[in-house]
């Protein structure tokens, strides 16, 4: 639930976010998404770790963006209080 409206997410678009939420705070890059929820051992040089990260920012509304951070270089970090 986001701002008391139920979000419905993909199973991929969910194993993402809660990767992204499991690893608490720390910085998931490309790679290790791309392990943990597409089963991919290595970088096939997509972007669908990308695509999927907008769709679930979208999906999250306003805040998406501040909770799921882009760590220039290194990947993506969820934070749960960002102000």
């Given amino acids: 639930e986001?701002?008391?409206r139920v979000v419905?997410?993909?199973p991929r678009?969910?194993?993402l976010?809660?990767?992204l939420i499991g690893a608490d705070?720390?910085?998931l890059d490309?790679?290790?998404l791309l392990r943990q929820v597409w089963n991919i051992e290595f970088d096939p040089g997509t972007?669908?770790?990308d695509v999927h990260i907008a769709r679930v920012r979208r999906r999250l509304g306003e805040g998406g963006r501040?909770?799921?951070q882009t760590v220039t270089g290194q990947g993506y970090r969820f934070v749960k209080d960002p102000d």
């Fill in 2 to 4: 986001v701002d008391s």
């Fill in 8 to 10: 419905e997410f993909s």
């Fill in 13 to 15: 678009e969910y194993a």
């Fill in 17 to 19: 976010l809660m990767a």
């Fill in 25 to 27: 705070g720390e910085v």
């Fill in 30 to 32: 490309r790679t290790e």
């Fill in 47 to 49: 972007n669908v770790v």
């Fill in 66 to 68: 501040a909770h799921i």
